[in-house]
């Protein structure tokens, strides 16, 4: 009975690890892998009645993204496979060379906020490499 039970606990784990991967947290500075995309938001359109495109990260492996344990405002996301990037210059001409291509992303997780946020989950970056 008891190897049943030791049997079934670590395959629970090994499956949550897998359909939920890794879990960091928000506000903290994380390297991800993944691919470079344009992806396009669901209901948005652009002023000439276009499908809104934004930058975006395709993970490798879902992630989790726990909330700081004193902010009652903060959302805990599981199974997360597309973040939106915020981009800065030089992070812009790198994801436009690196578009569909793997990369590693370092950055900043942060939850979505307003109306121009198309994943719940986005991630600050401050550096790419291939």
């Given at each position: 009975?008891?190897k ?10 090994f ?103 198309f994943?719940?989950?986005l ?8």
């Amino acid at each position: 009975m008891k190897k049943g039970l030791i049997f079934v606990i670590c395959f629970l784990g090994f499956v949550c690890t897998n359909v939920f991967g890794q879990t960091y947290k928000y506000d903290s500075v994380i390297t991800l892998e993944g691919v470079f995309i344009s992806a396009i938001a669901d209901a948005a359109i652009t002023s000439d009645e276009k499908p809104h495109k934004y930058t975006a990260l395709k993970l490798n492996k879902p992630i989790s993204v726990l909330c700081k344990s004193d902010d009652q405002y903060c959302e805990t996301e599981d199974g997360v496979m597309l973040l939106q990037l915020v981009l800065k210059d030089a992070e812009w001409s790198k994801y436009k060379k690196l578009k569909g291509k793997k990369v590693k992303v370092q950055g900043t997780l942060f939850h979505s906020d307003n109306g121009n946020h198309f994943t719940s989950v986005l991630l600050d970056v401050s550096s790419i490499t291939h």
